[in-house]
């Protein structure tokens, strides 16, 4: 079991920037790929930004160049740096965990974020 425990979300004006946490527990793996998703009311989930081992980055097309995802190895996290953030950005924002190898992902329990227009 691997727990994620995620932290920034908020409110902020369109233009601005947050940084979202996640913290990773429990039974992780040194091979494994971290991200963030998020979740508008009313659409599916979809891939915010991704990162595997070899730090090889992948990000959903409308948040290039604006969002940035790096991993702390030491403590076992990743951050998602957001900047010139959009109202069309608000959204639920999931963490997720996945060990190379495996099929089951884990999730953390979301955090919310709101941009004013």
């Known amino acids: 079991q691997v727990q994620l425990v995620e932290s920034g979300g908020g409110l902020v004006q369109a233009g601005g920037s947050l940084r979202l946490s996640c913290a990773a527990s429990?039974?992780?793996?040194?091979?494994?790929?971290m991200g963030w998703y998020r979740q508008a009311p009313g659409k599916q989930r979809e891939l915010v930004a991704s990162i595997r081992p070899g730090d090889i980055t992948t990000y959903a097309d409308s948040v290039k160049g604006r969002f940035t995802i790096v991993r702390d190895n030491t403590k076992i996290a990743v951050y998602l740096q957001m900047n010139s953030l959009k109202p069309e950005d608000t959204a639920v924002y999931y963490c997720?965990?996945?060990?190379?190898?495996?099929?089951?992902?884990?999730w953390g329990q979301g955090t919310q974020v709101t941009v004013s227009s």
């Open positions: 997720n965990y996945l060990s190379v190898g495996e099929t089951r992902p884990y």
């Open positions: 429990g039974s992780t793996s040194s091979m494994k790929t």
